[in-house]
């Protein structure tokens, strides 16, 4: 442990952390501090997702929205470089390329999001209900707008992702209207804040005491487990990886680099290891931005 200790603290995006907050009795806590229009965030989802599927009957997984961009006017104050909204699109796309998950990036040009708070207050008030409903939309939400161009801070587009994930969509919507996801959204503002994540993502991981590790910006599966064991003093067991199958239920579209991450295997094997693990006939692989996915029929 001590050897492992010391190789994640060569990483500066990696360090100790003593939180305010406890969650007395609930063991380890990962914090996931994010936003839905976060392009490293999306790139960052076959690692998450692993992380989460082979650990969540071990930890507390939780989610906290950290509230992005408020407007393209106040994001552009904390990062001048960014001009007008298309630059946000070039830049993700541009980064795109380092990490294995597609994305156009052109909604900033033809139909610029206006905030990030409607999305990320539809997230929290499905999580009042659901918590696998409430990642599912996060999922969407990324999909829909990192690859098909979809301006997910739209009332009609949110409306139509909270549909199709069987969720009321327009009385969701009416409800922040209303304010009614106000306190819970601010709750997450300012606890993101507590928990120093100043770049998203950002990954804390905390025992009893409020006492862990702090990982901020890209990071792997592997980093993740090693933090995990340094926090809890010990290895802990992860759950059997999910059949194939399995993973459609959480999204419909899996795209190739999610199955290398999750199966740890190399990209000429993938459509080989899907063939082996779906019925003939049973899926369809497609391409989209130079990226190939999956789909099951």
């Not at 992005?68 to 104050?77: N, P, Q």
């Not at 928990?195 to 910006?217: C, H, M, Q, Y």
Request: charged share 35%.
């Amino acid at each position: 442990m001590a050897e492992e200790k010391e190789n994640l603290k060569k990483d500066d995006n990696i360090e100790d952390v003593s939180l305010k907050k406890k969650e007395e009795g609930k063991g380890i806590t990962v914090y996931y501090v994010t936003d839905p229009i976060c392009c490293f965030s999306w790139f960052f989802e076959p690692e998450i997702r692993k992380f989460n599927m082979l650990y969540k009957d071990s930890v507390d997984f939780k989610i906290v929205m950290g509230g992005l961009m408020k407007s393209f006017e106040e994001l552009k104050k904390e990062v001048p470089e960014f001009k007008e909204p298309k630059d946000i699109g070039e830049h993700c796309k541009e980064e795109s390329g380092n990490y294995g998950m597609p994305l156009d990036g052109t909604v900033w040009a033809k139909d610029p999001l206006s905030s990030s708070y409607p999305p990320s207050k539809a997230i929290k008030l499905v999580g009042e209900i659901s918590k696998s409903s409430s990642e599912k939309i996060l999922r969407m939400m990324r999909e829909e707008m990192m690859v098909f161009n979809r301006n997910i801070s739209k009332d009609s587009v949110m409306e139509d992702i909270l549909n199709r994930q069987n969720r009321n969509g327009a009385k969701i919507i009416a409800d922040i209207k209303e304010g009614k996801a106000d306190a819970l959204f601010d709750a997450d503002l300012k606890f993101a804040e507590e928990l120093g994540a100043d770049v998203f993502p950002t990954v804390v991981i905390a025992d009893s005491e409020g006492n862990g590790i702090r990982i901020k910006d890209f990071t792997d599966f592997e980093t993740m487990e090693k933090a995990l064991y340094e926090v809890a003093g010990e290895e802990i067991e992860p759950a059997p990886l999910p059949s194939f199958d399995s993973l459609f239920d959480y999204s419909r579209n899996l795209f190739f680099k999610e199955i290398e991450v999750m199966y740890d295997i190399e990209p000429e094997m993938v459509e080989d290891f899907i063939s082996k693990n779906m019925p003939e006939n049973s899926y369809e692989i497609r391409e989209i931005l130079g990226t190939k996915f999956v789909i099951r029929k």
